[in-house]
Every structure is written in structure tokens, then in C-alpha cells.
């Protein structure tokens, strides 16, 4: 991420820390499914998030997978 300005980077830590890890942080990547992701936006929309913010939620979900995909050697799909 050091390529990203401070606030992008602020953006995404609190995507994972507010939206992502509380719901997902003990299930595997391959285990989060489009339906969980569907239901996340929902949940999102129903809590008065802008289309913003849930944009950058699941942005930073592509970019979790993409990293471990590129870094990690997984080769799952992602549900994004």
C-alpha cells in the first residue's frame, strides 16, 4: 500500500477493521461466497452506508483476494 496517499490507505484500514474483519475475520478466503458478500451490502445499505463506502468495502475485498492470490499462492476464486 505505500503507493496509496495516506487517506486511501486510512479508507481501506477502515473498511477491513469496521466492515470486513467483524464479519469475516475467522472464516477462510474460500469460505466467503457472493451470497455472504450479497448480504454484506445489504446490510450496508440497510445501516445507511453510501454507494461510496460500500464501493471501497468491496474494493478492498478484490484487493484482499488479488494479494492472495499474487502473494500467497492461493488460487480460489473471488466472490467479487
Known amino acids: 500500500m505505500r503507493d496509496l496517499r495516506e487517506s486511501t490507505q486510512a479508507g481501506y484500514r477502515n473498511a477491513v477493521e469496521r466492515h470486513l474483519r ?3 475475520g475467522g472464516r477462510r478466503l474460500d469460505n466467503i461466497t457472493p451470497d455472504d ?10 445501516g445507511g452506508k453510501s454507494g461510496a463506502t460500500i464501493a471501497v468495502v468491496l474494493g478492498v475485498t478484490g484487493r484482499i483476494y488479488k494479494f492472495a492470490a499474487r502473494r500467497l499462492g492461493w488460487s480460489g476464486t473471488s466472490p467479487t
Open 37 to 46: 458478500l450479497a448480504a454484506l451490502v445489504r446490510d450496508l445499505r440497510v
Open 22 to 24: 467483524p464479519r469475516y
